[in-house]
């Protein structure tokens, strides 16, 4: 059975940041965690989010990696200045190597690749920081589109996200390498 948080009483309920560009999305997860005992405040943006946080001390983050703007690897850092304690959970439709291994090194606890569900997220918030020896090991490698996706992230990360700098390090055309960013990574 998964940690889920038992509702605190008098209201007394543990604040959580949701900060997601998608608007469909941001609503129904905010309002399964809110059935879950969190109080949910929400953003749509790393400045919307950032604006919040002072007041709010969230206790626990979810926050999208790819937004317009800053990314929300930008905004882990800021909370965790902010706060170090907090426990952020970093949730992306675009996932690679790359950025799980900058989101964990910057600070979150968990990394969920979408569509995930708001007991995967409560789970991954309530893990423990330590690894997990016993997780499955794959079968067979990368394919070669994805290994070429991971690549490109972690060029881009490399480059603290300019795309420009990336096309040249990769000795790639800037369109190509923003249709190649446009599209979702393949499958493993």
């Not at 997860?29 to 919307?48: D, I, M, Q, T, Y």
């Not at 317009?68 to 800021?78: A, H, M, N, R, T």
């Not at 992306?92 to 995930?116: F, Q």
Request: overall charge neutral; charged content about 25%; glycine content about 4%.
């Amino acid at each position: 059975m998964p940690d889920t948080p038992v509702p605190p009483v008098d209201d007394e309920r543990s604040t959580l940041l949701l900060v997601d560009d998608d608007e469909v999305f941001r609503r129904v997860l905010a309002r399964a965690l809110e059935r879950r005992g969190f109080a949910v405040s929400v953003a749509a943006s790393v400045s919307a989010a950032l604006a919040k946080a002072p007041a709010l001390a969230p206790e626990y983050a979810v926050v999208d990696l790819k937004m317009p703007g800053e990314s929300g690897l930008v905004l882990i850092e800021k909370l965790l200045e902010l706060d170090p304690n907090t426990r952020v959970v970093m949730l992306t439709g675009y996932a690679s190597i790359a950025t799980a291994v900058e989101a964990i090194k910057l600070g979150a606890v968990h990394y969920l690749a979408k569509p995930c569900d708001a007991d995967q997220v409560v789970a991954a918030l309530n893990k423990s920081s330590n690894g997990d020896s016993a997780i499955a090991i794959a079968g067979s490698p990368l394919s070669v589109d994805r290994l070429e996706w991971e690549h490109i992230q972690r060029v881009l990360a490399e480059q603290n996200g300019n795309i420009s700098a990336t096309a040249r390090a990769l000795k790639m055309h800037r369109r190509t390498l923003q249709r190649k960013l446009g599209k979702h990574p393949t499958r493993e």
